[in-house]
């Protein structure tokens, strides 16, 4: 306050100044308009003097001074006017000062004219004397009214002086507040002209490191090619490091095969001498039976323990041939179609030589090795290989059904992060795990597909899926793992072939968003569940659809067995379809909407999950519901969040509105485990590895977990 005080005072000063200044002006003004007044009416009545004194002697011009007792003169004054009176004393009739005698009636005839001359005189002064006070009385009346007037108008000029002083304290204060902000702005510019250098500097900085990164990772590009140059050197090496070792292994067993047909007939030699013909002729035949029992047990339990070695290196083999516990073997054409995964090459060759090293002591004969290593080779190609050729179907001659080998013998509850990584520019609302477990598909509302891999439990980028014209709701891998099969807002159906960026196949038909997309037995059937309350079968041979099925509400998911269709509304219920009838052959309410469906490895179970804040596992051959799983804190995020089995059937895993994950027991039904601090906003889907090693999850604030 003291700072706009000494601020504002100058100006006030000024103020006064001028106005004091200016009263001084009109105060002189006006005491010089009143003397120009006063000397105005002054010399007015000077005149009318003068002309009244020279008017008095010519009257009196024939009147002569009789002498000091004839007469006497007076002088009166009026108002700044002189007048003459004349008195006569001593006057007598007949009588004369000096001079000759006069006449006694010109003496009186002298007396009354001098009477009628003072009457006239008097009378003459009194009217003159009339005339100048009026005048005198009319300038006082003039100078008052001047007075009131200038009164009048510094009164008016004192309020004008008031109001403009208010005025000016108004905009002093005003001026104040100005000069307040615009310190105030001042300091502001100043500290952010210093961010902005600060910014700028940063931003160098910035600008240096980016350069710097830029050099490195030409640096680390050059060198990741040479890598992978030496890579693909090694592998053709390894290649045929591994081809020469099964050719050497063979060879080993063959040579192995031989030495034991060697060793057999050797012992059926010496079993022939040793044991010669001791016996009566009565009891001969019994003792050569017996003989005859002992080595056919002998050589049955040799054959056995052969035929299991025989086994296992025949595995073995199959395994380090194929190039990954998961390759898929196409006997039709005889070439391998290697699937991406890394194989312990080195256990495989240890476990192999330890067989190679160990003795097959087999007393059998040569018959008995006809299960040869070849033949076992043969049989685990054929266990391996989960294609197997079927009769036609409704939408190809000739096209392949697929079974699902458990490859999954427990599951492990995952317990730590493995990695972490911000997969998609905004909202994930699917993920799928490959059937070999080495990928992962993500889809998410901005219409991207990214494939992962899993390998050595890290999440590596491998590649993005081209041509998705909508948000992604839903993804799906057939059995081989060769084709993703994804949903989208924009009402189509998309297929797309792994190796391939470009989208192979859009499936056209629904009336609105496609909120679920599932593949069949085969890689030729899909089903899909949209919001247009249908659900769709398609011949993906064709790209067309073979079946729409009215389902009467919205269709949050679906899930398939071999005949049947199960689909999960917004209306909290659960509908059967079989593929062979027309209509609805079952209905199982709910307490709330359906948001996912799940079946089990079996095909004897379903999981659903609702938003009442529930799972339910239903038995798919009674129809009814086994559990209910509940827990404090779990809460359903959204319409589209999903839950699923662990392969092995043993756990329920759900992701909830709070980004935490809940396992259920199915055995015991009571919550097995909880994790949580990892995603910060609502969990949208959930996915458990085929070997049961990982989990997947996503959110809406596009975080992808990978968990072991």
Same mark, same amino acid.
């Given at each position: ?71 006497? /003169? ?166 045929? *490091? ?17 030495? *034991? ?221 060769? /084709? ?31 909120? *679920?997309? &599932? ?115 779990? &809460? ?20 909830? *509105? ?51």
């Amino acid at each position: 306050m003291a700072e706009r005080g000494a601020a504002g005072g100058p100006w006030k000063r000024h103020v006064l100044r001028q106005l004091q200044r200016r009263d001084r002006r009109t105060a002189q003004t006006y005491n010089k308009l009143l003397e120009k007044s006063y000397s105005l009416s002054a010399r007015k009545l000077r005149a009318e003097s003068s002309a009244l004194r020279m008017d008095l002697p010519a009257r009196l011009l024939g009147w002569q001074e009789l002498g000091p007792e004839t007469g006497a /003169h007076s002088v009166m004054r009026h108002s700044g006017l002189e007048l003459l009176n004349y008195r006569p004393s001593g006057l007598q009739l007949g009588v004369l000062t000096s001079g000759p005698p006069w006449p006694s009636s010109l003496h009186i005839t002298s007396y009354e004219i001098h009477v009628n001359l003072r009457k006239d005189l008097q009378r003459s002064v009194l009217e003159a004397a009339d005339s100048v006070r009026g005048e005198v009385l009319d300038s006082a009346q003039m100078l008052e009214c001047l007075k009131r007037s200038y009164e009048e108008h510094i009164m008016e000029l004192q309020r004008t002086n008031e109001e403009l002083t208010c005025e000016m304290i108004e905009r002093n204060t005003i001026l104040k507040a100005k000069k307040t902000a615009l310190v105030e702005q001042r300091n502001r510019l100043a500290s952010v002209s210093g961010q902005l250098f600060e910014l700028e500097a940063t931003h160098q900085q910035l600008k240096e490191q980016v350069e710097e990164l830029r050099c490195k990772n030409a640096a680390v590009k050059a060198e990741r090619d040479t890598l992978h140059e030496r890579y693909g050197h090694q592998d053709l090496e390894f290649r045929r *490091a591994t081809e020469r070792g099964l050719e050497l292994l063979k060879s080993i067993m063959r040579m192995k095969v031989e030495a *034991a047909e060697h060793r057999n007939e050797k012992n059926e030699r010496t079993r022939t001498r040793d044991y010669p013909a001791r016996s009566s002729p009565g009891c001969g035949h019994s003792a050569e039976a017996n003989r005859g029992n002992c080595g056919k047990r002998e050589t049955g339990a040799a054959a056995k323990e052969c035929s299991f070695r025989l086994a296992g290196l025949a595995l073995y083999t199959y395994l380090l041939a194929s190039g990954s516990p998961s390759s898929v073997w196409d006997l039709g054409r005889g070439k391998r179609k290697p699937q991406t995964g890394k194989v312990k090459h080195g256990r495989l060759s240890k476990e192999l030589k330890k067989a190679a090293r160990r003795p097959l002591d087999i007393g059998l004969s040569a018959s008995a090795t006809s299960m040869t290593l070849t033949r076992y080779v043969d049989v685990f190609r054929g266990l391996f290989d989960f294609r197997q050729r079927r009769g036609n179907s409704v939408s190809c001659s000739s096209e392949d059904h697929y079974c699902r080998l458990p490859s999954c013998v427990a599951a492990c509850l995952p317990s730590v992060v493995s990695d972490a990584k911000e997969a998609h520019l905004s909202e994930i609302n699917a993920i799928k795990f490959s059937p070999n477990s080495s990928m992962v598909a993500t889809g998410g509302t901005d219409r991207l597909v990214r494939l992962w891999s899993v390998a050595g439990g890290r999440l590596e980028h491998t590649q993005v899926l081209e041509g998705a014209t909508g948000g992604i709701t839903s993804l799906d891998f057939d059995p081989s793992g060769y /084709h993703l099969l994804g949903a989208s807002y924009n009402n189509v159906a998309q297929l797309w072939k792994i190796g391939d960026r470009k989208c192979s196949e859009i499936l056209t038909g629904h009336a609105d968003k496609v909120t *679920a997309a &599932k593949f069949r037995s085969t890689r030729h059937q899909a089903v899909t569940g949209s919001r247009d309350r249908t659900v769709k079968e398609w011949d993906l041979g064709r790209g067309a659809c073979s079946r729409t099925i009215n389902v009467f509400s919205y269709c949050n998911d679906v899930a398939c067995c071999d005949t049947v269709i199960i689909s999960g509304h917004h209306d909290k219920t659960i509908r059967f379809w079989d593929s062979r009838e027309p209509g609805c052959t079952q209905v199982i309410p709910e307490e709330g909407k359906v948001t996912s469906l799940s079946i089990s490895a079996d095909q004897m179970h379903l999981l659903s999950c609702s938003r009442d804040n529930a799972l339910k596992v239903i038995d798919l051959r009674m129809h009814s519901v086994r559990q209910v799983f509940r827990a404090e804190g779990f &809460k359903c995020g959204s319409d589209w969040t999903k839950a699923v089995f662990s392969p092995d059937k043993s756990y329920a895993l759900v992701g909830s *509105a709070d980004g935490s994950l809940f396992f259920w027991n199915i055995e015991t039904g009571h919550l097995e485990s909880s994790l949580t601090a990892v995603h910060g906003s609502s969990v949208n889907a959930v996915a458990w590895s085929p070997s049961g090693l990982y989990i997947g999850s996503v959110d809406q604030c596009r975080k992808l977990v990978l968990w072991t």
